[in-house]
């Protein structure tokens, strides 16, 4: 069965630092997501991308946050500076209708 | 806008014992429901969902959800847990019209003991 894959499974970085999380998301899938959960806490939407261009974004998403397809496969989130409070586990999903698929995530430790 | 609340964030049960975890939202237009289930360390797999017909909705693992309109309400349930469903189990909601966006509740944790 086709699966989202992701990689790092794991990064750390220090803060100011720019990261970039990778996703390879489902092949024939338009709509591709990246969620974030921090420790304890809920999993919140960050952004939504189809037909080339970010179709939503939610307040967290600000300028130090952005996302890219550079190729038909990957999918990519960068933070340009992190920040102690981006330490958190990155999601990515993909979907072609309501149903979405998650990978395994990324766990982001920022110091 | 949409939201979700699981009224429970830790349920503990003995194993074989039936369990529900339960799911209200709300929204002011049409929506559509996921349980997603997130092992220990791993990500989240979808266990089932309701998008349109029958209200009672079969997933993985041998449990259900009913979609109650009325009551706002989309419970999980399952008639005897494994020790293997332990897990941290999250509804979430899509509204009708929007960006196919998840909203997700704060998540249940199952602990099923021997």
């Known amino acids: 069965e086709p699966e989202v894959t992701q990689t790092p499974s794991h990064q750390v970085t220090q803060m100011g630092q720019e990261v970039i999380l990778r996703c390879v998301p489902i092949s024939n899938h338009l709509y591709f997501y990246w969620y974030r959960q921090i420790l304890g806490q809920k999993v919140e939407f960050l952004v939504s991308f189809y037909n080339n261009e970010i179709s939503e974004k939610s307040e967290i998403f600000d300028d130090q946050f952005s996302v890219e397809r550079p190729d038909g496969s990957n999918f990519t989130l960068k933070i340009r500076s992190t920040k102690l409070e981006d330490s958190a586990m990155y999601f990515c999903?993909?979907?072609?209708?309501?149903?979405?698929?998650f990978g395994p995530g990324t766990r982001l430790t920022v110091t | 806008a949409q939201s979700v609340t699981q009224l429970d964030s830790q349920v503990p049960v003995f194993e074989e014992a039936p369990v529900e975890l339960r799911c209200n939202y709300s929204s002011s237009v049409s929506v559509y429901l996921f349980w997603y289930v997130q092992y220990p360390n791993q990500g989240l797999q979808l266990l089932l969902k309701?998008?349109?017909?029958?209200?009672l909705v079969k997933g993985i693992n041998g449990f259900e959800a009913e979609f109650n309109k009325s009551q706002t309400s989309f419970h999980l349930r399952k008639p005897s847990v494994h020790i293997s469903d332990t897990a941290e189990y999250f509804c979430?909601?899509?509204?009708?019209?929007?960006?196919?966006?998840?909203?997700f509740g704060k998540g249940t944790l199952l602990t099923v003991n021997p």
């Open positions: 999903a993909s979907s072609e209708s309501r149903v979405k698929y």
């Open positions: 309701y998008l349109s017909g029958s209200t």
């Open positions: 979430a909601v899509s509204e009708g019209g929007s960006n196919y966006k998840l909203t």
